[in-house]
């Protein structure tokens, strides 16, 4: 098992910048890729950014260019800064770890609001 733990999220202006963090523990070795999903009310749960082990680093068409994911593998923390923040990312931003048996693990999510 994995167990996941976002930080970083708040209350930020259109054009602003914020870091998310997620620490994860447990059987960390066993992680295939990691990624952050967001949700926003009334909508689905979407990809934002993806980086598998030793792959191509996705990001969704909407941020490509604003947000960066990265990994710190000394601290099993996996980072995503948010560049140029706009309304529409406001959302809960989840962590995602994806296992060697593709078992899926979720962190409890952390709140993103940009006001205009």
């Known amino acids: 098992q994995v167990q996941l733990v976002e930080s970083g999220g708040g209350l930020v202006q259109a054009g602003g910048s914020l870091t998310l963090a997620c620490a994860a523990s447990g059987s960390i070795n066993s992680i295939n890729a990691m990624g952050w999903y967001r949700q926003a009310p009334g909508k689905q749960r979407e990809l934002v950014a993806h980086?598998?082990?030793?792959?191509?680093?996705n990001y969704a068409d909407s941020v490509k260019g604003r947000f960066t994911i990265s990994r710190d593998n000394a601290k099993n923390t996996v980072y995503l800064q948010m560049n140029s923040l706009k309304p529409e990312d406001t959302a809960v931003y989840y962590c995602?770890?994806?296992?060697?048996?593709?078992?899926?693990?979720w962190g409890q999510g952390t709140q993103v609001t940009v006001s205009s």
């Open positions: 980086m598998p082990s030793g792959g191509t680093i």
């Open positions: 995602n770890a994806v296992l060697e048996n593709f078992s899926r693990y």
